[in-house]
């Protein structure tokens, strides 16, 4: 099950937006340094016309992370439209948000040893 989160973070993906997550995938993604982003309101990539060619930004990031906090997302579609939507930030905890601000758990571990050499 890990693999799905490494595979993520192996291609460089930095955040992945879904409905809803698993409690391992959450947490793996993190552990990878990837950002799990929620869906609000009832918002999903069909309702939202999703078809993967669409450009989008994330907002709300530049200060402190918050456990479950709001993040906004701007949806520009091939057309120039844009949409904006709040999605859930999925980092559940404090230790969690630890380990995504060191890009996953093994950068946090080995930066602890480094210090504590």
């Given amino acids: 099950r890990d693999w799905a989160a490494k595979g993520t973070s192996l291609l460089g993906v930095k955040a ?8 391992i995938h959450r947490s793996n993604l993190i552990g990878m340094g990837v ?11 069909k309702k939202l016309s999703l078809t993967g060619m669409e450009l989008f ?6 200060g402190k992370i918050k456990p479950k906090m709001d993040i906004n997302l701007k949806i520009t579609y091939n057309n ?11 980092i559940d905890t404090e230790n969690e948000i630890k380990y995504y601000m060191n890009k996953g ?13």
């Avoid at 950002?35 to 990539?45: A, I, R, V, W």
């Fill in 16 to 23: 992945v937006i879904a409905e809803s997550y698993e409690r």
């Fill in 35 to 45: 950002l799990p982003l929620e869906f609000k309101n009832g918002y999903n990539s």
């Fill in 57 to 62: 930004s994330l907002t709300g990031l530049e």
């Fill in 80 to 90: 120039n439209t844009t949409k904006s939507i709040k999605l859930t930030c999925r």
């Fill in 105 to 117: 758990i093994l950068h946090y571990v080995l930066r602890g040893m480094m210090n504590n050499a």
